[in-house]
């Protein structure tokens, strides 16, 4: 999450997309929660709905990570125990991990009931790879250094990254959980946008579903 091509990195794009989905579901009056994690939990705040926690959340958010690493099980199984009523869940994350866990500790959540959207979120230059010349790549997380030609390299990457965006969207829609794959580039009124499109289309199915009963 610390790498990005545009001038700010995921992580930032990631936060500031939190941020602005705390803030307006603190408009409507909703408590929100944070939960932040890399290779470990870092920070939980409980959902309240009161004057000083949001501005409490926004400074969270505000912390540069701090870790190289990503666990998604830690935080997941912490939601899964911690958060006992019904509630909504929003995972931003670029989700570039084994996605072996995060199906297991996704269906977990969706047994416990609760309404799951995930943004998945990646910076342009690793869903094109437009890298022209060969260079050195460093592993932010292991610090490993490898150098690529990515004339050779662009067909097979893309194809597993393809093959990996296809397996986490097949198991979010067996899952019944909202997924939302975006660039950094995208801007964050659309994202809103459709995010809120997509609720109001989900709670419409609940209300026929409940009626058909």
């Known amino acids: 999450m610390d790498y990005g091509s545009l001038g700010y990195t995921k992580a930032q794009y990631a936060n500031t997309l939190a941020a602005t989905l705390a803030y307006f579901l ?32 926004m400074l969270k958010l505000e912390q540069p990570a701090a870790g190289k690493t990503t666990d998604l099980t830690a935080p997941l199984l912490r939601a899964v125990r911690t958060i006992k009523k019904r509630a909504l869940l929003v995972l931003v994350s670029d989700l570039l991990a084994p996605i072996g866990a995060l199906e297991k500790n996704l269906t977990a959540l969706a047994a416990c009931g609760h309404e799951i959207v995930l943004f998945h979120v990646l910076d342009p230059a690793e869903i094109q790879f437009k890298f022209e010349k060969p260079i050195m790549f460093r592993d932010t997380e292991s610090g490993r250094q490898v150098f690529i030609d990515p004339a050779t390299a662009r067909k097979d990457y893309l194809k597993k990254l393809d093959e990996h965006n296809t397996a986490v969207q097949s198991a979010c829609d067996g899952l019944g959980v909202a997924y939302h ?11 809103l946008f459709d995010f809120l499109r997509e609720r109001a289309r989900r709670g419409k199915r609940t209300n026929r579903r409940a009626r058909a009963k």
Do not use: C, M, N, W
Not at 181 to 190: G, H, I, N, Q, V
């Open 26 to 57: 603190y408009l409507q009056g909703d408590a929100v929660g944070l939960l932040t994690f890399d290779e470990s939990i870092r920070d939980y705040l409980p959902a309240r709905h009161r004057p000083g926690h949001l501005r409490h959340l």
């Open 181 to 191: 794959r975006l660039a950094t580039d995208s801007k964050l009124e659309l994202v």
